[in-house]
């Protein structure tokens, strides 16, 4: 990954060969803030199969865009079913958990509200 205050170039492929040999979390989870500014952050999380990233919101809009793998989101009473090459958007602050239904990779996008000074 190379950067610099305005641009960031991120090599996938890299990052994602990267994560699946990372010391995973308690929970065998593995991420990786890929891009980093102020409005918007770009993560890359890796789940082994069977595992469950418990419930929790954000205070952002979010995309979750599956690049391996297959996941299932629960969210509002819905089930969401993401196997590789889908991508869902949630508005913010709606409570939500992912589970892997097989080793999976995804892109986890975050769209904060800039704050006003």
């Given at each position: 990954m190379s950067s610099t205050t305005e641009t960031t170039h991120v090599d996938l492929n890299q990052a994602i060969l990267t994560s699946r040999t990372a010391q995973p979390n308690p929970t065998g989870k593995v991420t990786t803030a890929l891009v980093s500014f102020a409005a918007l952050r770009v993560v890359l999380v890796t789940m082994p199969g069977g595992?469950?990233?418990?419930?929790?919101?954000t205070t952002g809009?979010?995309?979750v865009q599956?690049?391996?793998?297959?996941?299932r989101l629960n969210?509002?009473?819905a089930t969401h079913d993401l196997p590789?090459?889908?991508l869902l958007a949630l508005e913010s602050n709606?409570?939500?958990?992912?589970e892997a239904?097989?080793?999976s990779t995804f892109l986890l996008t975050v769209?904060?509200?800039?704050s006003t000074a």
């Open positions: 595992s469950l990233w418990e419930q929790h919101q809009r979010i995309t599956v690049l391996a793998g297959h996941i969210a509002e009473g590789t090459g889908h709606i409570p939500h958990d992912v239904l097989v080793d769209a904060r509200q800039p």
